[in-house]
Structures are given as structure tokens and as C-alpha cells.
């Protein structure tokens, strides 16, 4: 069964610094590109941040831009650097994996983690 499963949440003062982390497992994680999403409450599901399959090309959101990092590794895992943080980063964040290497490939979301962002 497939599964995406972040981690590293949790609160951090304006100003402060977060690393997300997303597992993935049963797929070819190699041929999948992925990405970060985040919710605000009472907002849309927003792209953050996202990372081609073979991790050559990375976009930001303009509001993350500079302060937050995606990275990948072979080890089937999935990053988000994140500093400089402000109290409108505070949001559910979720890891996503589309299927790079056919069109209309397969996606599969985590089940998502909470940032917080307050003194």
C-alpha cells in the first residue's frame, strides 16, 4: 500500500526554523516528482514547494521563497527546510507524489502535518 507519512511539525516562534520530513513507501520513488502543499485554515490548498523526479528542478511559492528549502534523497525521502518563519506559514502541510514519467500519472497525498507559527 502506498504511503506518503510526514513529520516534524509542531510550534516554532516568528523567526524560527522547522524541517519537515515525508517517508515514502511502495512506489518507484524514483520516477515520481514531489512536492509540498500547505493549508491555511479557511484557505485553499496551496503548492508550497516542489522537486522534480530526479531532483534537478525545484519551484517555490513567492511567499516561501529564500526561506524555504525541498530536497530529496535516494532513500525514498522527501524534505522542507524551513526558516525564517512567520505567522502566516502557519498551516497544515502535506507531501505529494505525482507519477512524472506517464501524463495524467498516479498522485497520492500524506495524511499531513501541523506547523505553527506563534510567540
Known amino acids: 500500500q502506498v504511503q506518503l507519512v510526514e513529520s516534524g511539525g509542531g510550534l516554532v516562534q516568528p523567526g524560527g526554523s522547522l524541517s519537515l520530513s515525508c517517508a515514502a513507501s511502495?512506489?518507484?520513488?524514483?520516477?515520481?516528482?514531489m512536492s509540498w502543499y500547505r493549508q491555511a485554515p479557511g484557505k485553499e490548498r496551496e503548492l508550497v514547494a516542489y522537486?522534480?523526479?530526479?531532483?534537478?528542478?525545484t519551484n517555490y511559492a513567492d511567499s516561501v521563497k529564500g526561506r524555504f528549502t525541498i530536497s530529496r534523497d535516494n532513500a525514498k525521502m522527501v524534505y522542507l527546510q524551513m526558516t525564517s518563519l512567520k505567522p502566516d506559514d502557519t498551516a497544515v502541510y502535506y507531501c505529494?507524489?505525482?507519477?512524472?514519467?506517464?501524463?495524467?500519472?498516479?498522485?497520492?497525498w500524506g495524511q499531513g502535518t501541523q506547523v505553527t507559527v506563534s510567540s
Open positions: 505529494h507524489a505525482r507519477q512524472a514519467t506517464v501524463l495524467n500519472g498516479r498522485i497520492y
Open positions: 511502495e512506489f518507484t520513488f524514483g520516477t515520481y516528482a
Open positions: 522537486i522534480s523526479m530526479r531532483g534537478r528542478t
